[in-house]
């Protein structure tokens, strides 16, 4: 078989960082001619790969995004949505797989979760489908963490409450948020921070810093270092953000449902962590099942589920965006029935790296796919 040309575009930005990190990590680029595209810096030195440095092309460049078989792009929603038709229109036949948003509602799209929906990956290969989306990483961090509970259907509804990390919206955001830390700490005197008499000065000095006007807040547009942000993605004007919207929407389309089987809900919440996203999820079962029997439920459904018994020593230490970051583990824990009206409705916290199996795993895993299918 001849090598196959993949042009990965995005590899700069948070997820392509990780993206090509794990790549090198799995031999990935031993098997294919890599081409590496840029949106600000064409001619410039691209990554070194297997102790090669490539030039950057031009990721505008119909021609040249024309000559590869495969794309992967991690460049964000606007490139997607004023390259991919284009290209196509071009008369380009190859593959695109994508970590935006913009076509993962597409008919043509196929949402990519291979420990979840492999069936529906190669069903579309089959079909002839060239368009792979990985999915939302809050939803995808979830469907991963529950894959048992799926499997058996055993969800009726969900109510999913996210703890999203800086790193989910981009690496000048990440940036912000670290510099906002360095500029409150940057601002306090050790006099200040010493452990001595009333707490109360330090609490309100460092308030007013967070509302300060020279807090950099350029790309959150609100302070998040010491704070939250109640709101990810566009307002829909009907109560829910777009993120929010996702939630039932991919959950759904990811599982090959007819729209709206598996009712999903929530607030998606920006919190000061780096990189994990978390998911605090209610959700009502078709029938009782004890931590024992959810134990075994979602670690058997495959390898990448850690298990964390609901007990304080055990959440406080294994089950934290701390302790799983850069693992390609997806903590499940903190399973508890819930006492209302002794309905089989239980509480779970799923916390997962959703720079790896949230946007870069499943995009290289779906390449490896191809790669061994056409
Ligand atoms: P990002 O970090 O903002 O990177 C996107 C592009 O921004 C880069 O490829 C780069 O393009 C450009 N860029 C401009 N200034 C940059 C800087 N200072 N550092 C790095 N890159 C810079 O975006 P992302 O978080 O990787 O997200 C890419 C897509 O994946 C989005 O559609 C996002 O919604 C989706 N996604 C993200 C996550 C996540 O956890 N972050 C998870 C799932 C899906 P050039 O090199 O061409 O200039």
């Known amino acids: 078989k001849p090598v196959k040309q993949v042009g990965i575009v995005g590899w700069r930005g948070m997820v392509g960082s990780v993206l090509l990190q794990r790549m090198v990590e799995e031999n990935d680029f031993n098997d294919i001619a890599a081409s590496f595209f840029s949106t600000s810096s064409v001619g410039a030195p691209g990554p070194v790969i297997n102790s090669v440095r490539s030039v950057l092309t031009d990721a505008y460049s119909l021609d040249a995004l024309a000559e590869m078989d495969i794309i992967i792009t991690c460049q964000g929603g606007e490139y997607t949505k004023s390259m991919y038709q284009s290209l196509i229109d071009h008369g380009w036949e190859g593959y695109w797989i994508d970590a935006a948003s913009a076509l993962r509602m597409d008919e043509r799209a196929c949402i990519i979760l291979d420990p979840v929906n492999r069936e529906n990956i190669d069903d579309s290969i089959k079909k002839g489908g060239k368009l792979f989306v990985g999915g939302n990483c809050s939803i995808t961090l979830s469907l991963m963490g529950l894959a048992g509970l799926i499997k058996a259907d055993l969800i009726e509804w ?7 990390s800086a790193s989910g919206a981009g690496a000048k955001h990440v940036r912000e948020l670290i510099a906002q830390s360095a500029f409150v700490t940057r601002n306090l005197t ?18 007013e810093l967070i509302n300060s006007s020279d807090l950099p807040v350029e790309n959150f547009g609100a302070p998040l270092m010491g704070s939250i942000i109640p709101w990810i993605d566009s307002d829909l004007g009907d109560g ?10 991919e959950t759904n389309k990811i599982l090959g449902l007819k729209k709206g089987t598996i009712p999903v809900n929530g607030l ?9 996203h978390s998911a605090a999820i209610t959700m ?3 029938r009782e099942v004890d931590e024992a029997d959810f134990a075994k439920m979602v670690s058997d459904a ?30 499940v824990g903190r399973y508890k029935k819930m006492a209302l009206n002794n309905e089989p409705v239980y509480s779970v916290l799923t916390v997962g790296d959703q720079l790896l199996w949230g946007a870069a795993e499943p995009l290289r895993r779906m390449l490896n796919i191809l790669l061994n299918r056409i």
């Open 302 to 331: 495959h390898p990448w589920v850690k298990y964390v018994p609901n007990n304080k020593e055990a959440s406080v230490s294994q089950l934290t965006p701390a302790h799983i970051s850069g693992t390609l583990k997806v903590g």
């Open 268 to 276: 998606c919440i920006r919190v000061g962590v780096i990189r994990c």
């Open 240 to 249: 829910n953000s777009r993120e929010e919207w996702k939630g039932e929407a």
């Open 190 to 207: 050790p006099d200040e921070l010493e452990n001595a008499g009333s707490v109360l000065p330090l609490v309100n000095k460092v308030s």
């Open 284 to 286: 009502k079962l078709k």
């Open 158 to 164: 969900m109510s999913v409450m996210t703890y999203q």
